[in-house]
């Protein structure tokens, strides 16, 4: 079946800019993952949406990230006024409510 | 403060050998650890699991044994086979939120 789809799969824009990046998890899986993983580090959590509801946004690193689930379905990730320092890929990952989560093959976003 | 660590940034052996990686947690409230492999422009594929109520747990070619004493769980593969050459996270959760080590590059060379 489906795996776990993110579009854009690469998203160049310049510092100051907004971007949005989503998410289509694997069907039928409630919970929704967000991490963002730098060069040569691990995946780095940001947030947990349980449904609709965001149930853990505690890694989220600042109040320019924002993310989304309306229909407890596709996700959107948000980041507004975009920094160098952002730059990075995003990876998002749908799990059934068990413990593996299964991850898509990421947006990776660069920031100039 | 890394709560998962993975110390060999690299390992290399040769096809049909066994392949050891390793993975050190600080958490004693970990619950659940889990390795994933990761090809480039790829996201991490899930490989194997376990229960930290555990201490081995087996799927073909692939172990993972756990020692919660030493707070250290390593992944055997064995045999190693060129098509294993990736990246390998172990990751460690309690809760729902899974906290990853840097990864290990493993080359398995023909």
């Known amino acids: 079946g489906a795996g776990v789809s993110q579009t854009p799969s690469n998203k160049v824009t310049e510092k100051g800019k907004y971007v949005e990046l989503r998410c289509d998890p694997i069907?039928?899986?409630?919970?929704l993952y967000w991490y963002r993983q730098s060069l040569g580090q691990g995946p780095e959590f940001l947030i947990y949406?349980?449904?609709?509801?965001?149930?853990?946004d505690s890694g989220l690193p600042n109040d320019r990230f924002f993310a989304v689930r309306p229909e407890g379905s596709v996700s959107t990730l948000k980041i507004q006024r975009t920094e160098r320092g952002d730059s990075a890929v995003y990876l998002c990952?749908?799990?059934?409510?068990?413990?593996?989560?299964?991850f898509g093959p990421g947006t990776r976003l660069t920031v100039l | 403060d890394q709560q998962v660590k993975q110390n060999s940034p690299s390992l290399s052996v040769q096809e049909g050998r066994i392949s050891i990686l390793n993975c050190d947690y600080t958490?004693?409230?970990?619950?659940?650890f889990l390795w994933y492999k990761k090809y480039p422009a790829e996201g991490p594929t899930f490989l194997i699991s376990?229960?930290?109520?555990?201490d081995k747990n087996e799927d073909g070619r692939f172990t993972v044994f756990l020692n919660k004493s030493a707070k250290h769980l390593s992944l055997h593969i064995v045999p190693s086979q060129p098509g294993d050459s990736a990246v390998y996270f172990c990751?460690?959760?309690?809760?729902?939120?899974?906290?990853f080590g840097e990864g290990t590059q493993l080359t398995v060379n023909p």
């Open positions: 990952a749908s799990s059934p409510g068990y413990n593996e989560q299964f």
């Open positions: 990751a460690a959760s309690k809760g729902s939120r899974l906290t």
């Open positions: 376990i229960s930290s109520i555990k």
């Open positions: 958490n004693s409230m970990f619950d659940y």
């Open positions: 949406f349980q449904g609709t509801g965001a149930a853990d």
């Open positions: 069907s039928g899986h409630t919970a």
